[in-house]
T-cell receptor, first 112, second 112 residues
Framework: EAQVTQNPRYLITVTGKKLTVTCSQNMNHEYMSWYRQDPGLGLRQIYY???????DKGDVPEGYKVSRKEKRNFPLILESPSPNQTSLYFC???????????FGPGTRLTVL | AQKVTQAQTEISVVEKEDVTLDCVYETRDTTYYLFWYKQPPSGELVFLIR??????QNEISGRYSWNFQKSTSSFNFTITASQVVDSAVYFCALSGNNRLAFGKGNQVVVIP
C-alpha cells in the first residue's frame, strides 16, 4: 500500500530535550516536506526537499533541522524544543511534476 | 509570494443543506495547481481534488463540486445535501515553485 508514515504519532517532551520525528514514504517520490498545523493558522511549511541531499527552508524553519540521506526518509529534528513548537506536524511527499502531495497521519507534539 | 484566503472560519449547516466554501488565491506564477483537502476529526489530511491553472472546467464528484474562476482567482467548493460525515476542516491550497501554501481552513459543522 502506497503511504507516508510518521513516528511517533504522539509525543510529550520537555523543553530542551532533543527529538526526532521520522517520516518515510514508499512511493519513490522525489519531493518531501514538513508542515506544522496550528489553530487559526492552517498549515505552514517548515522545510522541503527536492531530492536526496537537497533541502530548503519553508516559511517557518526556525528551530528545526532536516536531513535527506535516503530518498524514502525525511526526518525532522528539533535540537532544543521549546513550548512554542507544540503543534501538529505533517510530513508529505509527491512525485515531481504532479504537485499532489500525499500526507502522513500527523504527529502531535507537546513540549512542556 | 503565494497566498490563499479562506474567509469563513466556521460554518454551521443543518443536514441536507448545501454549503459553499470560498477560496481566493494570489500568485504571480502562470502555471500552478489548486487543491482542496479535508481534515476529519480524526486528524488526517485527505486529498479531494487538484486543478491546474489551465483547466477552468468545473468538476463534480458525487455531492462535491468545484468552481474554478481564474478571472477572479477563486476556487470555490460546494457540498450538496450535506451529511454529518462532512463535518471536518477543509483546506484550500495553492502549489507553485515547489511550494504549497494553505489557507487557514474552514471548519464545517453539519448539525443532524
Amino acid at each position: 500500500e502506497a503511504q507516508v508514515t510518521q513516528n511517533p504519532r504522539y509525543l510529550i517532551t520537555v523543553t530542551g530535550k532533543k527529538l526526532t520525528v521520522t517520516c518515510s514514504q514508499n512511493m519513490n517520490h522525489e519531493y518531501m516536506s514538513w508542515y506544522r498545523q496550528d489553530p487559526g493558522l492552517g498549515l505552514r511549511q517548515i522545510y522541503y526537499s527536492m531530492n536526496v541531499e537537497v533541502t530548503d527552508k519553508g516559511d517557518v524553519p526556525e528551530g528545526y533541522k532536516v536531513s535527506r540521506k535516503e530518498k524514502r526518509n525525511f526526518p525532522l529534528i528539533l535540537e532544543s524544543p521549546s513550548p512554542n513548537q507544540t503543534s501538529l506536524y505533517f510530513c508529505a511527499s509527491t512525485r515531481l511534476g504532479t504537485d499532489t502531495q500525499y500526507f502522513g497521519p500527523g504527529t502531535r507534539l507537546t513540549v512542556l | 509570494a503565494q497566498k490563499v484566503t479562506q474567509a469563513q472560519t466556521e460554518i454551521s449547516v443543518v443536514e441536507k443543506e448545501d454549503v459553499t466554501l470560498d477560496c481566493v488565491y494570489e500568485t504571480r506564477d502562470t502555471t500552478y495547481y489548486l487543491f482542496w483537502y479535508k481534515q476529519p476529526p480524526s486528524g488526517e489530511l485527505v486529498f479531494l481534488i487538484r486543478r491546474n491553472s489551465f483547466d477552468e472546467q468545473n468538476e463534480i464528484s458525487g455531492r462535491y463540486s468545484w468552481n474554478f474562476q481564474k478571472s477572479t482567482s477563486s476556487f470555490n467548493f460546494t457540498i450538496t445535501a450535506s451529511q454529518v460525515v462532512d463535518s471536518a476542516v477543509y483546506f484550500c491550497a495553492l502549489s507553485g515553485n515547489n511550494r504549497l501554501a494553505f489557507g487557514k481552513g474552514n471548519q464545517v459543522v453539519v448539525i443532524p
